[in-house]
Each structure stands twice: as structure tokens, then as C-alpha cells.
């Protein structure tokens, strides 16, 4: 009994073992890959800083105390301009507190709309939990009025004060109002007239700008992009979304780019944490690591004579001196990936603190191929 074979079907094996293949491979890049408004910010499309001064009311005794001037002569000109006359004198401002409001308004804010604001307290209050801030207007760079806020506060700490303890949990003189101001009036940007849009990256990279740009004409179908330097992509908008830019926006915000970047190793010395990047490489170098510890410790010892020898007492000194050295063997490590480098360190038997010292030390040697940065 012959059996028939079939050519094809070893063709159709083969031809799906090889599309698993370039699966595998697409998405691994994919897995890299990153959006354009996550790694880069549009000229013009950005928040604007407000901030204000005001008082915070209704606290439980936990406001400014009586040397606190500017908060006695903000009371004071507020009740004035309601019709109350007050002595400056017999005020005692603990329920009251002087703020600092602050917000971030969108550009595309318009009258009417909410957002909410940080209020934090200017003078030596202790606490701000319960207090309702008063009718506090927001101004821009430029001092015009863009915002009106109000409301009562949530705070996210607690503090209590004794005669002999105290508890504080987070921070009791910050607080936040959700919707709290008012846009009382829009920032004037005309979006859709601009003729051109200014791209910036967030981390700088001839590389990734580029490839930025690239992407951009590719899915424009023109020259429309083109890095002009470093950290920028100008693109100039197609005639097909003059006036109209927020389909273009929307169309090259989400185009997928594999962000490119230097090797950095940084390491922060005050909680030993240290970071490295997936393009740090370490030639072939030998570690030695270990700890020397030297003991010198002084002793005293009174030399008596005898009953009726006529002698005399003399203190002598007894040095006793030791060291002891961790022996550790010279490890060679040859990091051509990351993963490498680290078990390399890990085979050492290294604690972040050592590890700080090695990297310094492989810098200093030129064996180490990326930037160190200390913070």
C-alpha cells in the first residue's frame, strides 16, 4: 500500500510557520512602540497657569494666628467692603486662614466651564480640614481675570495637637476644591487658522525625530514634516485641513513611532535606587569587590608595687590591632545586553549602595558605554 503525497500541504506548513514567524516579529516591535502624543507636545496646545490670593473661613481653631498682619488686613478689607467696620486690633483670626489658590486652565477653556483648583495655606495654620473658601478671583501672566473659585475643601492629611503628643498624617495644610472655578473669560487662540504646527519631543533624540517626521509624510502622502533640529518637528498643515485642523490632529496623534534613546545609567545616592537603560553595554572587565574592616582598640593597664617597696604606680598602654578583609574573588563581566550586566553584578553579590561604586568605578575605566547620571 502506496501512500499519495501531497506537495502542498508541506507548502501551506511551511508558508504558516513562516507568517508565525513575521507575527513574532511585529510584534515585538510593536511592543516598543509609542504613540506621538505620548512622546511628543503640540505648539500652542498646552495649559496656562492661573493663580490667586485668598481666605479660607470655618476652620476648627486651626487657622492663622494674631501675628499673622496680612491675614488681619485682608479681614479687615473685606469686611470693609461689606459695610462692617471692624477693629484690626480685637480680631483674633484662628478660625481664618490667607491662601494661595492655583489652577491650570486648558486653552480650549471657554466662559462657563469648571476646573478644579489647589488651595494651600500662606500663613502658619496648622490645618485647613473643614474650611470653605471664599470668593477667590484666578488671574493669568498678564494680571487680567480669568476665573472666579469657590467651595468647600477636601484634604487629604490630618493633624492633632496635644499638650505632650502630636499626629499628622500627609499634609493637612493643602487642599483641593474638584470644579471649583468658573472660567469667567477664554484665552483668545485661533486653533484652526494656524498654517503651521510645531512638534516638540519630549526627550531629545536626532534619531527619534526624525523617524518622526518620516512617519508623519509617510501617512500624509507628501513633504509635509521635517525635523529642524534636535527635539522639533515643523509640519506644515495640507491644503486638505486648512481650517479644520482637529481631524488632522486626531489622525497624527496616534501614529506609532519606536522612540529612540542614548544609553543613561542613573542612579540616585540618597535611597541607593538605581535605573539603567535597555541600550547600556559594558565591555569585558574584571570586578573585585569587598570590605575591609580595621579594629584598634586601647587598653589601660596600672602596674601596682608592693606593700613598703618604695615603687611606684605606672599606667601602661595595651594596643591590640586587628583587620579583617571580605575575601571576594576577582569576577569577570561582560555585559553585551543589560541582562548581562546585571547578573554579572548580582554574581558579585553587590547591594545597591556597591553596585553605585562598581558603575562609577566601569565608568572610570571606559569599560562602561553609556552616560552616568548621578542625582
Known sequence: MFMKS?????????????????????MAGVADAARIKDIASFGGVRDNQLIGYGLVVGLQGTGDKKDSAFTMRTMVSMLEKMGVSVDQKQMKPKNVAAVMVTARMPISSKPGSRMDVTVSSLGDATSLLGGVL????????????????????????????????????????????????????????????????????????F????????????????????????S?????????????????????????????MAAK???????????????????????AHGNLEVLVQENFQVSQPGAFSGGQTVVTPNTQ???????????????????????????????????????????ASGALHATLEVI
Open 207 to 230: 534619531s527619534t525625530t526624525q523617524q518622526v517626521a518620516s512617519r508623519l509624510n509617510n501617512s500624509l502622502g507628501g513633504n509635509f514634516a521635517r525635523a529642524i533640529d534636535i
Open 134 to 205: 471664599l470668593q477667590t478671583p484666578l488671574k493669568g501672566v498678564d494680571g487680567k481675570i480669568y476665573a472666579l473659585a469657590q467651595g468647600s475643601m477636601t484634604i487629604g492629611g490630618f493633624s492633632i495637637s496635644g499638650d505632650t503628643a502630636n499626629a499628622m498624617k500627609n499634609i493637612s495644610t493643602v487642599g483641593q476644591i474638584p470644579n471649583g472655578a468658573t472660567v469667567e473669560r477664554g484665552i483668545p487662540f485661533e486653533f484652526n487658522s494656524m498654517e503651521r504646527l510645531v512638534l516638540s519631543m519630549n526627550a531629545p533624540d
Open 265 to 287: 545609567v542613573v542612579v540616585d545616592e540618597k535611597t541607593g535606587t538605581i535605573v539603567l537603560g535597555r541600550n547600556v553595554r559594558i565591555s569585558r572587565v574584571a570586578v
Open 232 to 260: 522639533t518637528v515643523e509640519l506644515t498643515v495640507p491644503p486638505d485641513f486648512r481650517g479644520n485642523l482637529v481631524p488632522l490632529m486626531a489622525s497624527i496623534e496616534n501614529i506609532e513611532v519606536t522612540p529612540d
Open 6 to 26: 501531497y506537495p502542498h500541504r508541506a507548502a501551506l506548513r511551511l508558508a504558516a510557520a513562516a507568517f508565525a514567524l513575521l507575527l513574532m516579529f511585529l
Open 321 to 363: 590591632a586587628g583587620g579583617s578583609e571580605e575575601n571576594r574573588r576577582l569576577n569577570i563581566i561582560e555585559g553585551a545586553t543589560l541582562q548581562e550586566l546585571v547578573d554579572g553584578l548580582n554574581a558579585v553579590g553587590a547591594t545597591p549602595r556597591d553596585v553605585i561604586s562598581i558603575l562609577r568605578t566601569i565608568k
